[in-house]
């Protein structure tokens, strides 16, 4: 799933607990989900006529999904709540849940329209804030996304899917540590039968851990989530970069791998490409781009795709600046968040289009977000346009974060001081 995950699947967590009462976590038994999978279809043999049973189905695959990675739960999701629109046409719980759906699958525009509809028809509820918390930040409104969380923590302080929204959120407007503090916060808030949503929270403070350098902290958290919720997909991913940055190469293909072959996305295959590029396993490495970009084809025309992946492959890889272009177009077209932004800056700067590149970067940074990667594109794109000051202004911000993605902006500054371009 994207990096930004769906915020709104603890939201679904948070509700479907709130009426099952799961039993205590067995890291070796049943996962939460799969416990309120359990629990739903208990409810609905005991009472087949209501759409009760049927809205907790729905809810706990939606969750399941988050778990495994595996779309094909909201496919079932979907099913569930057909029987209970059956039962009970237009009721509330499912249409929220239906949203859900949406932004799992990645159809981010759809469902904001249904969350605005359901914000008309009921102005006080908490989820719906989260939906539309989501959705507007997928697509880039970060201002809206902002003002729905606030009213979440309005009209409920301190409740958990409003604290996540609001960690996401300080994190792409350029503060981490408020949003370490605030994912340290949920944590405390989440009861340890909750092991797979832990195990989210302590990845999202790793995450965040290594994108500040600090690689030891990050791998602490992460051997941390491994340990309450073993082989975590998500968890592995992060760890396997953690390695990277470790120049622990091997130990990282490894873990890559095992991700890629659990997990059915073409975006997993293309960071084990580039490692096994980094140990010069040339032969490996055709192989698994080659993998990558047929797989990320396949999929670059639904919403839930590989496209961003798939952009800087074409950009810097394949050396294919006007298919990179192409593809950055389409996911411009529909949305505008930050890391769109970046792939469509990217894309039209290996076009030589650097005066639109530089105003598509300079709109991302805009919002504040803190990445190291997106300031060495700003640098670059910076460069090339002629303008060194601010080249070299952007690259220093990138080398002060200290992250694995600030190396090549390093080098980057050490080329300008050695040619004295100043």
Known sequence: MNRFLALILITISTF??????????????????????????KK??????????????????????????????YAQAQNALKKSFDLAPGNFEAEKIQVAILLGEHEYPAGLDLAIALNKKVPDDVMVYGLLTEANAELGNYKDAETAAQWMLNLRPGNLPALINAAHLRELFGDSEGSYELFQLAYESTAPTENEERAWLLTQMA??????????????????????F??????????????????????????????????????NLYELAHTLQLMGRES???????????????????????????????????KQ???????????????KDI???????????????DTEARQSIEAALAVGIQD?????????????????????????????LNSPDSDKARVILARLAKTGRR
């Open 16 to 41: 479907t607990r709130a009426q099952n009462n799961p039993i205590a976590a067995n890291s070796s038994g049943p996962s939460p989900a799969e416990r309120s999978i359990t629990e739903a279809q």
């Open 44 to 73: 609905i043999k005991e009472k087949p006529e209501q759409n009760a049973g049927y809205n907790l189905l729905a809810a706990a695959l939606v969750r399941r999904a988050r778990e495994t990675s595996d779309p094909n739960y």
């Open 207 to 228: 995450h965040l851990r290594l994108a500040s350098g600090n690689i030891d902290a990050a791998e602490k958290l992460l051997q941390q989530a491994l340990t309450s």
């Open 230 to 267: 073993p082989n975590y997909d998500l968890a592995v991913g992060n760890l396997a970069s953690v390695r990277v940055a470790q120049k622990r190469y091997e130990e990282a293909i490894a873990l890559f791998q095992k991700r890629s072959q659990s997990l059915s996305g073409a975006g």
């Open 284 to 318: 490996e490495e055709r192989q698994t781009f080659a993998a990558f970009e047929a797989k990320a084809l396949a999929e670059s025309t639904k919403k839930n795709n590989s496209n961003y992946e798939l952009i800087f492959y074409y950009a810097d890889d394949a």
């Open 321 to 335: 600046p006007s298919t990179a272009l192409a593809i950055a177009e389409q996911e411009y077209a529909w949305r």
């Open 339 to 353: 890391y769109t932004l970046d792939a469509y800056a990217w894309a039209l700067h290996v076009n030589g289009r």
């Open 372 to 400: 190291a990667r997106l300031f060495r594109h700003a640098g670059e794109i910076a460069l090339k346009s002629g303008d060194t000051a601010a080249a070299e202004h952007y690259l220093k911000q990138s080398v002060g």
